[in-house]
């Protein structure tokens, strides 16, 4: 079976940390996000890959290129981003009878099996999967009637006007006919164009709802951070790398903690890491390769890449520090945010 995955877009509810790193190569507690989503495609009986790109192609398809994979790779670059159905549409030559299409944004354990087990039923000309969420706003909302055929399908209603819960997954099955219905060479959304054309159509548009199944778009900093942590707490059933070495606290090779530090679970230290004397590192923190928590420093609920250095006495909670920030002795990192890569915070918020 064949897949694309929409890769294009440009991240900017994760900037600064996407102005250098596509949203598809974050890493999720240490593994670049589209290595846990090839995974979990080629876990799932997906052969051919299709990766639509435009924003930050290359350390994509590089990362990709060095690993050693079952499924067969394309990637198709668009010279002006196309949205979604565009980016689809753009890929008509290399798309075969049938397909699944994905939002590559979104760490799930959804099984594609039974959206196929779903569309064959109904003989659907689109499947897509939904997902409950508490504030469907930022989504895209679907309605179905018993049957499961879509009734109404409203692209980020205003707050508190939502229908249902039940949202849009970011994962569709399509039979190659619906391609007629997108408009070739320009921007185009499936979300805001064609699933309502194939509502005003009557078109075999039909949904499976997901309910106990993991499933999180990482695109927003909150969102980021909390993949992090449901890996680590093992909410989502995924991969950890590294050795746990106690319930909960996972290391790579080379890592020196302190003998006076306080490493509380769950965390995940990277090859190399360094925690001082007096550090606490924990609860959910994710430290990446060669990062160094110097003497009496705090981080908790936060996500740090490789190489970031945690003066002394600093404190870093709830943030995403991206590779090699700097972070000045006695600072306290305002929270809730992102940090750019390289960054140097010499100022905080008081303790
Ligand atoms: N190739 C390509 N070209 N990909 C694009 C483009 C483009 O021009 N624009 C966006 N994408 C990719 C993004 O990289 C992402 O993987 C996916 O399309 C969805 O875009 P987002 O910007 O993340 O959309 P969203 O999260 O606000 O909403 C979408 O996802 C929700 C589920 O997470 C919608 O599909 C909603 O209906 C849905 O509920
Ligand atoms: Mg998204």
């Known amino acids: ?48 890959i299709i990766f639509a790109m435009g924003y930050l192609p290359d350390p994509i398809a590089n990362h990709l290129a060095k690993r050693n994979s079952k499924a067969k790779y394309d990637f198709i670059v668009e010279e002006q ?11 008509e030559a290399l798309l075969s009878d049938r397909f699944f299409v994905f939002n ?24 897509i999967a939904l997902t409950p969420v508490d504030d469907p706003s930022r989504y895209g909302v679907v309605v179905t009637d018993e049957d499961g055929r879509v009734q109404a399908f409203i692209e980020k209603p205003p707050k508190e006007t939502a229908p249902s819960n039940l949202i849009n997954a970011g994962i569709y099955l399509y039979e190659r006919e619906v391609l007629k219905h997108i408009p070739a060479g320009q921007p185009y959304s499936v979300e805001r164009g064609l699933y309502p054309k194939l509502l005003e159509v009557d078109a075999p548009f039909y949904a ?21 942590f449901d890996v680590l707490s093992r909410k989502a ?14 290391v790579g090779k080379g890592v020196e903690i302190s003998s006076t530090a306080k490493v509380s679970p769950p965390v995940l230290l990277g090859d190399g890491c360094v925690i001082e004397d007096g550090a606490t590192v924990g609860p959910f923190a994710v430290l990446g390769n060669r990062v160094t928590v110097k003497r009496n420093a705090i981080v908790r609920e936060s996500v740090l890449w490789e190489g970031c250095i945690v003066g002394e006495e600093a404190i870093v909670t709830r943030c995403v520090l991206g590779s090699h920030c700097e972070i000045e002795a006695n600072v306290n990192v305002e929270p809730d945010r992102a940090y750019g890569c390289g960054e140097r915070i010499t100022a905080g918020v008081p303790a």
């Open 81 to 91: 981003p196309l949205d979604t159905g565009g980016a689809i549409k753009n890929a």
């Open 104 to 127: 590559g944004d979104v760490l799930t354990t959804i099984p594609l099996r039974e959206i196929l087990k779903v569309h064959e039923q109904k003989g659907a000309l689109v499947t």
């Open 237 to 250: 059933p995924m991969p950890i790398a590294g050795k746990e070495i106690q319930q909960g606290v996972w």
């Open 1 to 48: 079976m064949q897949a694309l995955v929409l890769v294009g877009g440009f991240g900017t509810r994760l900037r600064p940390l996407t102005y250098h790193v596509p949203k598809a190569m974050v890493p999720i507690a240490n593994i670049p996000f589209i290595e846990r989503f090839v995974d979990y495609l080629e876990a799932n009986g997906i052969t051919h």
């Open 208 to 228: 499976v709802a997901f309910h106990d199944d993991y499933w999180l778009d990482i695109g927003k900093v909150e969102h980021y951070l909390q993949a992090n």
